[in-house]
């Protein structure tokens, strides 16, 4: 579970029996497809998560960029994110696992709502941890998961964001191991989560590269995917990490400024591969966003789902190694691309994935000068929509009418 110097198992002693358990039915499931496990998961995520999603050429988009722009529709997966992929790949691992009761972490809302519905497909019982302040800004996707059947547990420690909530949902799986699994949302973590959670995202970039050779006659220039965790990008980019001519992005978010405030452990961006540094977080040693002590930093993004000071150890190694390359667009470059691809390509993207958008305004948009990246983004360019913006409406509404 090591990717260069990151990743490993950085846990409290308690969970070890847990990520044993789990790290065996991760490779006798998963890696050796025991009892069929990944054709059934295959299946479901068919006829009920309604895969394949299209790779749909964005024809405004190709022309204004003078090159063929394909969008890969995670948006049109069901729950309206990519997150349904490993949700209920994990889900249904804890039903072959003999589990009894789920436990997740959520943020944008995305990955609790995805857990919610795969728990309320396998008749599973669910509990999902959600920051309090994440609770108000996105209260449709509080009430979907209520609506499928899961309890909502408001985290209120600290900010009331995503870190807490994953810290409580830790806390929760350690006490309960029996008969609890804890639905990881990204692929962050200790080993396996990582890794597993890449495989059960990695049918995005299994599809993407069949369709590109059908519809392209070839791979792709580049692929270009938003990070926060990393799930969205680690699935757009596995099948691809072999092919050296398929240049690889991940786009953070870069919140209002990329100056970061030490004395008052404050990161207005959430932008951890460019600006963070090495540390431990949630059980992984990976980049973050961290004070000169060492104190995790409060991180920011217009976009609840990338607003995480930490990212996944694969793709922080994949980034030191050069494969990817990491960027970044601030909040207002992500809300403008919002607003562009709804009027352009009628497609209302959650903010997370505006963020991919902008970064392709930034460098190809009419108003971008010529440059190397320019050239490097090539003829061919995929670029991962992650998410619909049903759940944004509101904030997007106040920033916009409100700016
Ligand atoms: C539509 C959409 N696109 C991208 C992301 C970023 O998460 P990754 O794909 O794991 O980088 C997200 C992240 N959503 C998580 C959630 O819904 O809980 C997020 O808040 C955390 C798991 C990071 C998302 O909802």
Same mark, same amino acid.
């Given at each position: ?140 996707? +509080? ?11 408001? +985290? ?248």
């Amino acid at each position: 579970g090591k990717f260069g110097d990151y990743g490993g198992q950085y846990v409290p002693e308690a969970l070890m029996p847990a990520i044993e358990e789990l790290t065996d039915a991760y490779e006798r499931y998963v890696l050796d497809n025991e009892d069929g496990f990944m054709d059934d998961f295959r299946a479901r995520l068919r006829d009920f998560g309604g895969r394949p999603t299209p790779l749909q050429r964005a024809d405004r988009l190709s022309e204004r960029y003078g090159r063929e722009v394909y969008l890969k529709r995670e948006d049109l997966l069901h729950g309206g994110a990519h997150k349904l992929n490993n949700a209920l790949g994990q889900v249904l691992l804890a039903k072959y696992m003999g589990k009894e009761r789920i436990i997740a972490e959520t943020g944008a809302g995305q990955h609790g709502t995805a857990t919610a519905m795969a728990c309320a497909h396998l008749d599973m019982p669910c509990e999902i941890y959600m920051g309090e302040r994440d609770i108000n800004r996105q209260r449709p996707n +509080v009430f979907r998961m209520k609506l499928n059947g899961s309890e909502v547990n408001p +985290v209120t420690v600290g900010r009331g964001t995503l870190k807490e909530a994953i810290s409580e949902t830790m806390r929760d799986w350690a006490t309960n191991v029996e008969d609890t699994h804890y639905v990881i949302g990204s692929v962050v973590g200790p080993h396996p989560f990582p890794s597993m959670v890449r495989d059960f995202q990695s049918v995005i970039s299994e599809e993407a590269r069949t369709q590109a050779r059908e519809k392209l006659g070839r791979l792709p220039d580049a692929v270009v995917a938003c990070a926060g965790g990393g799930s969205n990008t680690m699935g757009a980019f596995a099948e691809f990490v072999d092919d050296e001519e398929t240049a690889l992005y991940a786009v953070e978010a870069g919140g209002s400024t990329l100056e970061v405030d030490e004395e008052a452990g404050v990161a207005p961006n959430s932008a951890s591969l460019t600006t963070g540094t090495e540390g431990i977080l949630h059980g992984a040693r990976t980049r973050l966003l961290q004070d000169r002590d060492g104190q995790i930093m409060e991180s920011h993004s217009v976009s609840s789902g990338l607003d995480y000071a930490g990212v996944g150890p694969e793709l922080a190694h994949l980034v030191d190694t050069g494969r990817v390359t990491a960027v970044n667009v601030d909040d207002d470059e992500a809300l403008t691309a919002f607003h562009r691809l709804s009027q352009m390509e009628g497609i209302i993207p959650a903010l997370e994935s505006a963020h991919a958008f902008g970064y392709l305004e930034s460098v190809v948009g009419p108003d971008a000068p010529d440059s190397e990246e320019a050239d490097d983004l090539g003829k061919y360019v995929v670029v991962n929509v992650s998410g619909r913006g049903d759940k944004d409406l509101e904030s997007a509404i106040e920033e916009t009418y409100e700016r």
